[in-house]
Nanobody, 127 residues
Framework: QVQLVESGGGLVQAGGSLSLSCAASGRTFSSYAMGWFRQAPGKEREFVAAISWHGRRTYYADSVKARFTISRDNDKNTVALQMNSLKPEDAAVYYC????????????????????WGQGTQVTVSS
């Protein structure tokens, strides 16, 4: 089992940047595939980015591609989401998620594929 704690959210102007971090407990973090999701008020939770257990594979939602970067540090048990060129429509609660990895480096893009979730961190983007 793994516990996840997000940090780094806050208020930023449109065009600005924020870096989110997710700290994971446990000694088997490197065996988990990780993802970031977000949920805006009145909307469904949506996929943002995912990374394989070894970090060599990443995948992004079209809406954030080329603006967001997901990365992980298996020595520090952390996964990060660097968000650049933020837009008002990026405002949401951002969640970190984890699931035991399978295969040679699979990534997962649907929320139902993830077993563990953090409590979320709020990102607000002013126009």
């Amino acid at each position: 089992q793994v516990q996840l704690v997000e940090s780094g959210g806050g208020l930023v102007q449109a065009g600005g940047s924020l870096s989110l971090s997710c700290a994971a407990s446990g000694r088997t973090f490197s065996s988990y595939a990780m993802g970031w999701f977000r949920q805006a008020p009145g909307k469904e939770r949506e996929f943002v980015a995912a990374i394989s257990w070894h970090g060599r594979r990443t995948y992004y939602a079209d809406s954030v591609k080329a603006r967001f970067t997901i990365s992980r540090d298996n020595d520090k048990n952390t996964v990060a989401l660097q968000m650049n060129s933020l837009k008002p429509e990026d405002a949401a609660v951002y969640y970190c998620a984890a699931r035991p990895a399978s295969g040679s480096g699979n990534i997962y893009v649907t929320s139902s594929e993830y077993a563990y979730w953090g409590q979320g961190t709020q990102v607000t983007v002013s126009s």
